[in-house]
RNA sequence: GCCCGAGUGGCGGAACUGGUAUACGCGCACGACUUAAAAUCGUGUCUCGCAAGGGAUGUGGGUUCGAUUCCCACCUCGGGCACCA
């Protein structure tokens, strides 16, 4: 008999597959499109977690093509970013050069994994043939006014004398050399994601998400519903708006303040006796303001001696500078009251007077909002129970009154208000896509031409941001100066490049057709593929990649160059995998685990075997190196039965006694299970039903039952998008001539599932008392007298009368005495 | 502070829609095979108790014939957000 070698047949099937091209994807008959995150190539190669997600994804792609479908699982590399760039910095070594030996290193350690992947259409987001598109994508977001330049802070360290973009800054200090950062002025590009942030929320309903991810997305895009009171500045020709989702206790405003960053705060005190000092402190209000970082910090304020007019009745509020409200917030402007804990805090620092309206039940939690010890806020018990302060009607009311109430008397109107910003999207950094944009004395911001597509990154020196924060393509002379498209006089690229968000957010749809030279996809094929059946990824994506691509794509819609609504029709999120200690897995500390060591000990069949029983898919779990035997074992006694049913040596027994009854029930019980728990990703207690399986015929073929081949094979079947390699191996043994991988999915037999004789256990108030079989069609009434009469029961049912009895079809009777 | 998620044996974890808590795996113990070891196979493995029986799913309450599952309060851990009016 021979061994389980899993060496030999890992590399022979792998061999083989790619010979035979048995993954590609064509556009004909049913299709699936299964997507993975792809990966960035780093050069600490591949971690176990991408084998985590990525089997997961296999198991569906390869259930899928067994089921008859037409599968594109698609693979390539988001490659642009700040490791490779930082890590040309260091050394000098072209990140072209880098990005070659990492992807290459990458694409040979996912091809030992036996990955199903069409690798025909692998895409680079760095490959100039692609960032091609990527820019082509930006022209459209620039014709269509949605991707523009302002003026923005950005996060600069002092010491390294960069700009850093917020995935570099953690807790306000620079991620490479732990300085506090700063917030300077810069022009940045900006794309106009906020434009659409109600139908970034609102199609959330048309898909299949899970709810903590929908969730996230929608708390992160922050919509809130409130109204817009509009009120004239006292003795001054301006009016300004007022934003407020809690408007319910309007009638206790006494004081309006407006964001020291505001655009109108320089209008609004001009000609103020101290303007100056004004514009200083607000000045200085915003540059503390980054700095205090997650320390809630006491407000501050200045008056600025201007008044508004209250348009609901409050009379003549004065407006202060404070540094709690946000410029880019509603209107950037509130008015305030005493219902509200900051207010409060700001009114009683400086203070200003305050009325409150709104009481709670409590008398004296009353009284002390009365005496202005407590602030009250919370509106949600919501019914004003107030003293009658307005227009004699507003004690008492609901929200919805109250919003009623406001819009037929034209006090106010709907508004909803988001806290998602527009994206920046300029990178003053060299590894990225160069923002197709020329600069001209004459003609202002022209774009490239869609003919001179790609811009190309040019070869520099030094990799290095520049001092003044500019990107290192600054300094590319040659490259900087061109001829205006539009005049012909010279001009000036923008140097600066985009994030790497960017190539990742369409990338879905240039694997549909990923060699187009023509167009980012053939729109046929785009018609064909979309949208994305299944897409997996990780929690971490969900306020950034997954929302960007979703942006993306429904502004492609817009332009009719996708077919559907949303990208992604199916979304799920797997958990992380730790160091054995809960902690996460780093270089640096050194509790890496290398998966082509453990693919050379125990081969890559057990470590996707592994990964997918270690815990539930979803979870984060801890890796254990010492776990990773038991799914060996497994496969080893797979092997082992497999081949014995191919042993010519062994002579069948001529007494031969029927097919074992067990092995059978158990295999559909078995290819049910796997079936259903592959579409739920409930990975783990699929592969502990296989377990079961392989005990049971173990056993029957050890008391020398008989097992039918193709039960076997069956279950050889339900266990290959798990194991692809050994599966593949022992159906070529035995005799099949086609791939397992394109055989028919089996299915399970429910009349096989059904059992003629059930055990019933026996309560008695409540606590197992005995058991008893039972013919699954017998009536309760007959079940119930049984019970009573079940001699382990007895006893317990002795000097008591019995009050009631309980059935549960096929489960259990519960005696209540 | 706000918003999610999770607490079950020595460990990873099972448990359908409220119905035998601890499936499956790791580890451990004992046994078989072996000169021996490894591998493999078998048996056992929540806890107290000689037993009958009792107690256990973070803690405390509640609903129910019956709660890991539903409700309320609290504790602990993990993740996300950051003055969002």
Redesign the pocket.
């Known amino acids: 008999m021979k061994n389980y070698d899993h060496k030999k047949i890992e590399k022979k099937w792998q061999t083989e597959w790619e010979k035979k091209n048995l993954y590609k994807a064509k556009e004909k008959g049913k299709k699936f499109y299964s997507l993975i995150e792809f990966p960035y190539p780093s050069g600490a190669g591949l971690h176990v977690g991408h084998i985590r997600s990525n089997t997961a994804m296999d198991i569906v792609s390869r259930k899928r093509r067994m089921e008859g479908y037409n599968v594109l699982f698609p693979i390539g590399w988001d490659a642009f970013g700040l490791p490779t760039e930082n890590y040309a910095i260091k050394t000098g070594v072209h990140p072209i050069k880098v990005t070659k030996q990492n992807t290459d290193a990458f694409r040979k350690q996912l091809k030992e994994i036996g990955f199903s992947f069409d690798w025909s259409r692998e895409v680079d987001t760095t490959d100039p043939k692609y960032y091609k598109w990527t820019q082509w994508i930006f022209l459209q977001f620039y014709k269509k006014g949605l991707a523009y330049k302002a003026k923005t802070y950005i996060n600069w360290c002092p010491k390294d004398k960069i700009g850093l973009a917020n995935e570099e800054v953690v807790d306000g200090k620079c991620e490479r050399c732990g300085t506090d950062t700063e917030k300077r002025e810069k022009e940045q590009w900006m794309l106009a994601i906020t434009k659409y942030a109600d139908r970034l929320d609102k199609d959330l309903d048309l898909v299949d998400y899970p709810d903590?991810v929908k969730?996230?997305q929608r708390?992160w895009i922050?919509k809130?519903e409130?109204m817009l009171f509009t009120a004239p500045v006292k003795d001054m020709d301006l009016e300004i708006e007022t934003?407020?989702?809690?408007?319910e206790a309007f009638c206790a405003d006494t004081f309006v303040v407006i964001?020291p960053d505001h655009p109108l705060l320089q209008t609004l005190v001009s000609g103020v006796k101290n303007e100056k000092e004004i514009l200083l402190t607000a000045k200085k209000m915003v540059q503390d303001?980054s700095k205090?970082g997650?320390e809630?910090?006491e407000?501050t304020g200045i008056f600025t001696g201007k008044y508004i007019v209250d348009p609901v009745g409050n009379g003549n509020l004065p407006i202060w500078v404070a540094?709690?409200?946000?410029a880019d917030?509603?209107t950037?402007?509130?008015k305030c009251s005493a219902h509200?804990v900051?207010d409060f805090a700001f009114a009683k620092k400086y203070n200003i007077p305050l009325k409150p309206v709104l009481f709670p039940e409590d008398k004296d939690l009353a009284k002390k909002v009365l005496n202005l010890e407590l602030c009250f806020s919370d509106m949600q018990k919501g019914i004003l129970k107030a003293p009658n302060i307005f227009a004699g009607r507003i004690a008492g009311e609901t929200r919805e009154e109250i919003i009623k109430y406001l819009e037929e008397k034209g006090l106010a109107e709907k508004r909803s208000?988001y806290?998602i910003r527009d994206w920046v999207f300029s990178r003053q950094r060299y590894w990225g896509e160069p923002i197709p944009i020329i600069h001209c004395e004459h003609c202002g911001m022209v774009p490239v031409p869609e003919k001179d597509l790609p811009i190309v990154l040019p070869k520099v020196k030094s990799y290095q941001p520049t001092d003044t924060g500019e990107s290192p393509l600054a300094n590319i002379k040659e490259w900087v100066n061109v001829k205006c498209p539009k005049c012909k006089m010279s001009a000036k690229r923008e140097t600066d490049t985009m994030p790497n968000w960017a190539g990742s957010s369409w990338y879905y749809l240039r694997y549909m057709d990923s060699k187009n030279t023509k167009s980012f996809a053939d729109s046929k094929k785009i018609k064909y593929w979309s949208p994305v059946d299944w897409y997996n990824g990780g929690?971490e994506h969900t306020t950034l990649h997954l929302l960007y691509s979703r942006f993306w794509h429904k502004f492609l819609y817009d332009l009719k160059l996708v077919p559907t609504i949303e990208p992604y029709k199916k979304r799920t999120s797997h958990g992380m995998i730790l160091a054995e200690d809960g902690v996460k897995m780093s270089k640096s500390i050194g509790n890496t685990v290398n998966p082509a060591d453990i693919v050379r000990l125990y081969g890559a069949d057990t470590l996707r075997l592994y990964e997918m029983f270690?815990?539930?898919f979803e979870?984060?779990?801890?890796w254990?190196t010492?776990?990773i035997?038991?799914s060996r074992?497994?496969l080893?006694?797979v092997w082992r039965v497999g081949v014995s049913f191919n042993d010519k040596k062994k002579k069948k027994d001529p007494s031969s006694p029927k097919n074992s009854l067990s092995v059978e029930k158990v295999l559909h019980k078995t290819i049910k299970k796997v079936s259903e728990d592959i579409e739920n990703m409930?990975f783990?207690?699929a592969v502990?039903n296989m377990?079961?399986f392989i005990?049971e015929i173990?056993?029957a073929l050890g008391s020398g039952e008989a097992v039918p081949k193709e039960s076997f094979k069956k279950f050889l079947q339900v266990l290959s998008p798990f194991a692809p390699h050994i599966t593949e191996e022992l159906w070529n043994i035995f005799g099949e001539k086609k791939s397992i991988h394109i055989s028919k999915w089996p299915k399970w037999s429910e009349k096989m599932l059904e059992e003629n004789e059930v055990?019933i256990?026996i309560?008695v108030?409540?606590?197992?008392r005995g058991?008893m079989y039972i013919g699954i069609e017998e009536d309760e009434e007959s079940v119930k007298a049984k019970a009573t009469k079940e001699n382990s029961v007895l006893k317990y049912l002795e000097g008591n009368v019995v009050k009631?009895i309980?059935y549960?079809k096929g489960?259990?009777v519960?005696i209540?005495c």
């Open positions: 903590r969730l996230s708390n922050g809130s409130g934003f407020s989702a809690h408007f964001a303001r205090a997650f809630q910090k407000p540094s709690y409200a946000l917030y509603g950037g402007i509130v509200d900051r208000s806290k929690m270690m815990g539930p979870d984060a779990v801890n254990n010492n776990s035997i038991g074992r497994f080893e006694k409930r783990n207690t502990s377990m079961i005990s173990e056993k055990k256990v309560q108030n409540g606590k197992v058991e009631r309980i549960v489960r259990l519960n209540v």
